[in-house]
């Protein structure tokens, strides 16, 4: 089993929906779970944390479930910008661990 | 705002030879890592480096790979003879605390290998 297994998608949305990309993990000691965003040919970028009690970031709203091991991000209110390949990310353990990063689930907005 | 800066942004280099990434993390981050992303595929770890020394490598980093910080600022990753699986974009990246702080990336170094 994949570390981090996310869809793949594509997923192709019209603006203004409201579209939801899940993960899961393998490694139940994980610690630290992120959602990062990769536009084509360019780095991660940091979209958001993802805590325990979920949260919200604007249009984007993180959740975590540890007993199920999965990860999902909702993103309300599609924007053509949003078009990208969103990351989940998880941190295996405390300490200096380095990320496990997902395939990613690819998004593109379409007008 | 601070950021990781890579060079080169693009080396093509024939198998067998030796190719050396940089990276400049930022001034105040403690810990560093090297990824690397096959075309098409995920983002796959390497190595990180703390207080001058490998915390923890990939089975990919192997002999072939090395990591310096040569002078307090650059942090570079040697490719010692490089071969046609090696064609990557190589991320650098670093961050403040070990697991709680944001990591940043460069923009990456495309290595293609002829």
């Known amino acids: 089993r994949k570390e981090v297994e996310q869809d793949p998608g594509p997923f192709n949305v019209p603006e203004g929906a409201t579209v939801a990309f899940n993960c899961t993990y393998s490694?139940?000691?994980?610690?630290?779970f992120f959602w990062y965003r990769q536009d084509c040919r360019k780095e991660p970028k940091l979209l958001m944390s993802v805590y325990s009690s979920g949260n919200e970031d604007g249009r984007f709203t993180a959740q975590l479930n540890r007993a199920s091991q999965y990860i999902s991000l909702l993103i309300r209110d599609s924007k053509l910008s949003d078009s990208a390949t969103y990351l989940c990310v998880v941190n295996r353990l405390s300490g200096n661990t380095p990320l496990v990063f997902g395939k990613g689930t690819r998004l593109s907005v379409i007008a | 705002e601070p950021e990781v800066t890579q060079t080169p942004s693009h080396q093509v280099t024939q198998m067998g030879q030796e190719v050396i990434l940089r990276c400049v993390p930022i001034?105040?981050?403690?810990?560093f890592y090297w990824y690397r992303q096959i075309l098409g595929q995920k983002v796959e770890f390497l190595v990180s480096f703390y207080n001058n020394e490998i915390s923890e490598k990939s089975e990919i980093f192997d002999d072939q790979f090395s990591v310096e910080r040569p002078d307090g600022s650059n942090f570079t990753l040697k490719i010692r003879s490089t071969k046609l699986e090696d064609s990557a974009m190589y991320f650098c990246?670093?961050?403040?605390?070990?697991?709680?702080?944001?990591?940043?990336f460069g923009e990456g170094s495309r290595l293609t290998v002829l």
């Open positions: 001034s105040n981050h403690l810990y």
């Open positions: 490694n139940s000691a994980s610690q630290s």
């Open positions: 990246a670093s961050r403040t605390s070990s697991n709680t702080g944001e990591l940043f």
